[in-house]
């Protein structure tokens, strides 16, 4: 047996201590120094994208988005049900109102039913898309677990409904196209904003941190700008905007500069470390390994499998305590997020695929410096376990 296997947890094999000490020993900790920049500059050639600004956090990037995309109390913004629910918090702090559309089979946003839903529940007069007399200013599109949403189909939607287009790529960062129409664009260069997180359990780590990124760099200047408490002169505390304190900090751009610079080794790490897994859970016939988005090359941060719940009638928290007694941590995928109490009375739209998933979806550690044994260990100790559920 081996040691317990978490599911997720950082890796600080690089240059992290020594840009941390610098940090410390310039004095530079708070949210003015020279890593914050630097950091920006590094996300935005690893985007291949003009401009970046560093934040706190990604829920604070989608605050922000929301903000630069104009939605006030009142609007509407189409949100997923099966993701994080910071994906859809922010859509209550602007006090706009939620509507939840339902995911396809790479958990993310289905276009079709997005089409349908313009199409069929609300109406588009002088440029603007209306949903029971509410203006659709917005959607928040979660490209969930590294894997990209359909951005083609819908980027045509939004285009044609003048609905602004948020991507949470707090999941997947470095996840781009490699064909069609995006080739070459990155997870959250693609509609009008992108936000990144650097929590602790994403692919790189700042502790707490994220990033946020738009199509047009000037936007991103004001965002910064807006995350700095909004201070129009330096000298006289001039205020025309409010402002909020997002800035990432020194000492966690620090960090994060050094995550930069192993990134694309963590992309490699969580590329083959699948390939392992899919190999090993091939022909088995209780779960199924989730693939990625073809003509895609995904970051694969997140490993899903999908049990048959036909033959498998255990329940999630039965299956991950067990797993947790063999010493692998898993997860289950997110409980409905228009089920949680904050939420229960938003309206959604034809939610099938998400509550199918929600009870089907477990999540197998998938950490960078996890070893081909213990994912050796992993697939025996799931298989076997699955193995004596489907009989008993
Ligand atoms: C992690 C995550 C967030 C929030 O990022 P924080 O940095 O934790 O604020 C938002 N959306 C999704 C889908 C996430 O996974």
Redesign the pocket.
Known sequence: MCAYIPLSIPNFEGNEKKYVDEAVDQGWVSTGGAFITRLEKDLATFLHTENVAAC???????HLSLVEAKVVPGDIVLVPPL??I??VNPVKYQFATPVFIDCDDSFCLDPVKLSEFCENECEFADGHLTYQGKIVRALVV?H?FGNMADMEAIMEIAEKYNIRVIE?S??ALGTHYTEGKFKGKYAGTIGDFG?Y???G??IITTG???AVTANKPEVVDHMRFLSTQAKTDPHYYIHDEVGYNYRMTNLQAALGVAQVEELPEFIVRKQQNYEMYRELFEGFDLCELMPFREGTESNKWFYSLKIDRTRITASMRDIILALDKKGIQTRAIWGLINEQKPYENEITYKLEKAPYYAERILNIPCSTSITEDEIRYVAEEIKSLFKELANG
Do not use: H, M, R, Y
Request: charged letters at 10%; aromatic letters at 8%; hydrophobic letters at 35%.
């Open positions: 706190q956090s990604g829920t604070s990037a989608l993701t994080f910071a994906a979660v969930v949470d707090t999941e936000a997180s650097f929590n359990n994403k707490g941190g994220g």
